[in-house]
C-alpha cells in the first residue's frame, strides 16, 4: 500500500457481488498484514466512490444509503449530497458489545496486565496505557506499537477470544490504549490510539475501535465503586441524544448484554482513479 501514493498503514478494498439483493455490493478489505473483517473510513470512502462512480444513483439534494457487505456483517454508508456534491458520509457499523472485562494478559516487555475485550466487527483489547507504563504520544510510538503486539500475542488462545456464532473470527486484530486528557477541549475526555494487524496504527477518528473504547469505558464507570450516578449522566448527556438522532440503534442479543449499533460521520474524498493499458 506504499506506492505512490500510500502509506504503511494504509487500508485498501476488493469490491466484489454482495451476499444477496439487500445490498450494493461487497468489500473486502486488505492491509499490509493480510485480510480485515471491518474498516470504518473504508466504508465511508467506498460509499463515496459508489456514488460519485454512479454505482448508486444518489439525488443533488438529500440522503442516500449505499449498502455493503463486509466479513462482519452488513455495513451502511449514508451519503448526504448538497449541491450534487458529496458533503458527509456517516458510518452505520454491524452491533458494538463489550466482550470481557478485566482479562489477565502477560508480556514479556510490560508484565502482567489487565485489559477489556469488546467487538466492533473485530476484536480488540482495550487498557489505560499508564498500565504498561506508556504515554499516548508520538515519541513513545515504538514502545506503543511493542506492546499492542505483546497484548495480542498474549491473548492468543484465551477462550474470551472466541467468537461464539462466525469461524474464523478468534483472536484479538487491535490493542487500544487510552488516557485521560490534561487539557481538554469542548467534549473531549480522551487520548487514544489503536494499535492492529501488523504493528498498524489507526489513523482514522472514524474506526470502529474508537466507537469499542467508548463501550468499555461506560462498563468501567458502571462497574467502579461510587461511579452510579456520573454513569448515569453519560447516559443521558452523550447516548440518549444519539438514540434520538438516530445514530444508535440499542437492543438485547443472544449474548444477554445490551448493544448498540454505532454510527460515525466524516467526509470521504475521491483522490485518484488507477488505469492500466
Known amino acids: 500500500m506504499n506506492e505512490p501514493r500510500g502509506h504503511a498503514d494504509m487500508y485498501g478494498g476488493f469490491v466484489v457481488p454482495p451476499n444477496d439483493p439487500g ?27 459508489a456514488v460519485r462512480s454512479g454505482l448508486v444513483r444518489a439525488p443533488d439534494d438529500g440522503e442516500t444509503d449505499v449498502v455493503i457487505d463486509i466479513p462482519s456483517g452488513r455495513v451502511t454508508a449514508r451519503i448526504t449530497m448538497a449541491e ?23 508480556t514479556a516487555d510490560f508484565g502482567r496486565l489487565r485489559v477489556d475485550l469488546a467487538w466492533s466487527g473485530a476484536l480488540y483489547a482495550s487498557l489505560p496505557a499508564a498500565a504498561a507504563g ?26 474470551a477470544t472466541q467468537h461464539p456464532l462466525k469461524a474464523g473470527f478468534e483472536g484479538v486484530f487491535g490493542t487500544i490504549f487510552h488516557e485521560p486528557m490534561t487539557t481538554t477541549g469542548p467534549g473531549l475526555r480522551q487520548r487514544n490510539v489503536s ?17 469499542l473504547e467508548w463501550r468499555c469505558s461506560v462498563t468501567r464507570e458502571i462497574w467502579r465503586k461510587g461511579r452510579f450516578w456520573r454513569t448515569i449522566r453519560l447516559l443521558i448527556l452523550v447516548l440518549l441524544p444519539e438514540l434520538w438522532t438516530g445514530r444508535v440503534a440499542l437492543r438485547v442479543g443472544w449474548w444477554w448484554r445490551l448493544v448498540d449499533a454505532p454510527s460515525r460521520s466524516g467526509r470521504g474524498n475521491l483522490r485518484w482513479t488507477p488505469t492500466t493499458s
Not at 23 to 49: D, I, K, N, P, Q
Open 195 to 211: 494499535v492492529f494487524a501488523d504493528g498498524q496504527v489507526a489513523r482514522s477518528p472514524v474506526a470502529p475501535e474508537r466507537r
Open 134 to 159: 506508556l504515554e499516548v504520544t508520538p515519541s513513545n510510538l515504538a514502545k506503543v506499537i511493542a506492546a499492542g503486539h505483546q497484548v495480542a500475542a498474549g491473548l492468543a488462545g484465551n477462550p
Open 84 to 106: 450534487g456534491k458529496v458533503r458527509e458520509v456517516a458510518f452505520h457499523n454491524v452491533p458494538s458489545y463489550v466482550v470481557a472485562r478485566d482479562i489477565e494478559v502477560k
Open 23 to 49: 445490498a450494493h455490493f461487497g468489500a473486502l478489505f486488505w492491509h499490509r498484514e493480510g485480510f480485515s473483517t471491518v474498516c470504518g473510513h473504508g466504508t465511508m470512502a467506498l460509499g463515496t466512490w
